[in-house]
Structures are given as C-alpha cells and as structure tokens.
C-alpha cells in the first residue's frame, strides 16, 4: 500500500505541482518535439525512483516514465478540443492503472526515510491531492458547461480567487473530518453560500447558480472522500 501511496505522489508531483501551465502548451503545440515533454518524463521517473528510495527499484521507475511518455503522446497526438475533456480522464486512469500494475510487479521492500513514517506519507498525499490536483480535476469535469455571467465584463474578483478558496476550503473539510468535526462541514458550506448568494443574486443567471453549486458539490465531495481514505489507512496502520 505504501508503495503506491509513493507512486502516486510522485505522479501528483509530475504531473499537476510541477508541471507550470507553459510546459502543458508547449506540449500540445509541438507534441513529440517539445522538450519540455521529454523533461516531463524525466521528472517522473527521478521521483518515482527518488520517493520510492529502494535501488531495485529504478528499472521500474525507468518503466514508469516511459510509459508515462507513450501514454502522453497518445493523448498529444489524439486529442481535439471537443475531447480534451475526454482525453484527460483517460489519460489519468491509464498513469493510476499502470502505477498498479508496477505495484503488483515489484517484489522489493520500500524504504522509509528515517525521518518520514509510513502515516506521512499518507497524510502527505492526501493533502496534496485536494489541492492543485483536484482543482484541475473539477476545471476539466465542469468544463463542458462553463457558463459566462451578464455581468462578466465587470467582474470586479480577484485574479485566480476562486481557485485558491477552493483549495482552502477543501483543505477545512480535510482537517475536520480528521480531527472529527463533521459538524464544522455545515458551517464552512453554509457560509460560503451565504457570501456567494448575493453575487448569484444580482448576476440573475440560473445557468451560472448550477454552475457554482455543482463545483461547489464536487470539491466538498471530492474533499470528504480523500478524508475518509485518508482516515481509514491512518486507522489501518495503528
């Protein structure tokens, strides 16, 4: 289980907190000539094989790049913008499927970082999942939708704020499920509909309401499910 726990947080590393959007563009526009791509698998196999911290373990970690490669240049090559949607979700479920697989293939020991326990790691990534991660991940789900309020052109926010509250609120719900506060959950969603209803209310757009409460729905989900996992494993290893 740690083992994947690893994998997968070197993969959330790779591919989400360390890749900066212009690596993403470069790829897209350039696909098999972008050197970013091959910078790209580079990274993944160095933290694989890093994180992982077992010296029989690099020929897989040289395996999780290169196919992490092959699975990207697919997606490059294949996608259109009606599919990137798509494309994403099966792109993610192919890297978590092989992660899997190499799971199942390594009969090494994983070694700890003596200064790092296995409920670190846990903990670590599942934080790190509600964040970046999982607002992409909600970016691309209601992307289909992406509805523009009337009053868009006089939209007064703060440059990426939404995003950044997401992440915060997500990380609230995290820490109160952990610490056993569900109750605290109410709260935190009933004020932010509180501070989004007078907004919502003068935008007059319905389509625009939908829009907010189905994200709003999927980063309390989203948020509650990872606490939940989190919770068990921690549970798991006492």
């Known amino acids: 289980m740690i083992l994947f726990i690893k994998l997968l947080l070197a993969h959330l590393l790779g591919d ?14 350039k696909k098999h000539t972008s050197i970013y791509l091959y910078l790209h698998i580079v990274l993944h196999g160095i933290l694989a094989a890093i994180l992982v911290g077992e010296i029989q373990f690099i020929p897989y970690a040289f395996l999780i790049a290169v196919t992490h490669g092959i699975i990207d240049l697919i997606k490059l090559n294949f996608q259109k913008t009606k599919t990137r949607r798509t494309w994403f979700i099966m792109d993610q479920i192919a890297h978590v499927l092989i992660l899997i697989g190499v799971v199942l293939l390594y009969k090494g020991e994983t070694i700890n970082f ?29 992307s289909i939708w992406s509805p523009e309020s009337q009053n868009s052109h006089n939209d007064n926010s703060l440059a990426t704020a939404g995003n950044y509250i997401g992440i915060l609120e997500r990380l609230f719900v995290f820490c109160f499920i952990l610490t056993g506060h569900f109750e605290a959950i109410g709260f935190l969603l009933a ?20 829009y907010v409460l189905i994200g709003t729905l999927i980063s309390f989900g989203t948020a509650i499910v990872t606490a939940l996992i989190v919770q068990a494993l921690l549970l798991q290893l006492l």
């Open 16 to 29: 989400f907190i360390w890749q900066p959007n212009s690596w993403v563009a470069h790829k897209e526009a």
């Open 114 to 142: 003596t200064w790092f326990n296995n409920q670190f790691w846990i903990l670590i990534t599942g934080i790190l999942f509600i964040t970046k991660p999982t607002s992409i991940f909600i970016k691309t789900i209601i």
């Open 191 to 210: 004020a932010k509909s509180i501070f989004r209803f007078g907004d919502l209310k003068e935008a007059k757009d319905r389509k625009l309401t939908e």
